[in-house]
């Protein structure tokens, strides 16, 4: 991670020696829980899958070319768990998931799957879907409800239990933070150039509880369209390094689609946009 402020990250943990989860007062209980945020699973999955430490990790430790509609789902369950979990359990669970994770790149350098930099930029893709699918299929963003999500952010992340001297301070801090790492340490990675899902290849059925007629149907069009919407809303220098292409009129086809997306959720009521475990979240505490 670069060397960042670090005076919010350190108030953090200063202040409190329990994190304190987020709650239904919390944007992000409300943002991260939109339906809108599975069409930019690919898109998490992308951009962590080209950080060369998560690649390598994958590529040695993981079974996500087996099935890795699959692997993201059991990847993501735990991470949307440990959001709305008040007890901060789930999170430290999840943080004990990478603690035998490591051993030695191509190049010889060791690596863990618990340092800090790789560890941080997962959560950091985790936020951004946020400010992604506001941008493409939901109401742009106001520069304080930005700071706001990044302040929650923070307040989430501590619940790992990891360091936090090197958490971007602020939303200006972070956008730093991500162009950096887009730009200097992202690469096109094994994980993605093998990737069924990202290139076009039907993926392997998630789970047995989806009818393997109904996959063989629905399956191939939903992954075309998280692909594609994948491609578009990656930032262009993560596309180029991947050497896909994306053209002026492919934007605006994703455009003409992120307004029907829009539209389409202003006419669902409020409680039918949010995920199950976010519903339940909110119930628990209303």
């Not at 996500?64 to 440990?82: C, H, W």
């Not at 933070?177 to 994980?191: C, G, K, P, Q, R």
Request: without cysteine; aromatic residues 12%; glycine residues 4%.
């Amino acid at each position: 991670m670069s060397a960042v402020s670090n005076v919010a990250a350190t108030d953090v943990a200063a202040t409190s020696t329990e994190p304190r989860p987020l709650g239904p007062e919390s944007m992000t209980w409300y943002r991260f829980g939109d339906w809108r945020t599975t069409l930019l699973t690919l898109w998490a999955g992308a951009l962590q899958a080209m950080h060369p430490v998560i690649d390598t990790a994958l590529v040695q430790h993981s079974d996500v070319f087996d099935n890795e509609t699959a692997r993201l789902a059991r990847s993501s369950a735990p991470i949307v768990g440990a959001l709305y979990d008040p007890t901060g359990e789930v999170a430290r669970r999840v943080r004990s998931f990478h603690t035998e994770i490591r051993g030695e790149t191509a190049e010889g350098q060791r690596y863990h799957a618990l340092a800090p930099e790789p560890f941080y930029w997962a959560h950091a893709t985790f936020l951004y879907t946020q400010y992604v699918w506001a941008e493409y299929f939901g109401d742009p963003l106001t520069e304080a409800q930005k700071e706001q999500l990044y302040a929650e952010s923070v307040q989430w992340y501590a619940l790992y239990g990891m360091p936090m001297q090197d958490v971007p301070a602020t939303w200006a801090d972070f956008q730093r933070y991500w162009d950096h790492v887009v730009t200097d340490v992202l690469v096109a990675s094994e994980t993605v150039r093998r990737s069924r899902a990202l290139n076009d290849r039907m993926p392997e059925r998630p789970t047995e509880r989806i009818p393997r007629l109904v996959w063989l149907l629905a399956g191939p069009k939903l992954n075309r369209l998280l692909a594609w919407v994948t491609r578009g809303t990656l930032p262009p220098v993560a596309r180029r390094k991947l050497g896909w292409d994306w053209s002026a009129e492919d934007e605006r086809r994703l455009r003409r689609f992120g307004t029907v997306v829009r539209v389409a959720f202003r006419l669902l009521p409020p409680t039918w946009r949010l995920s199950p475990a976010a519903r339940a979240a909110i119930r628990r505490h209303s």
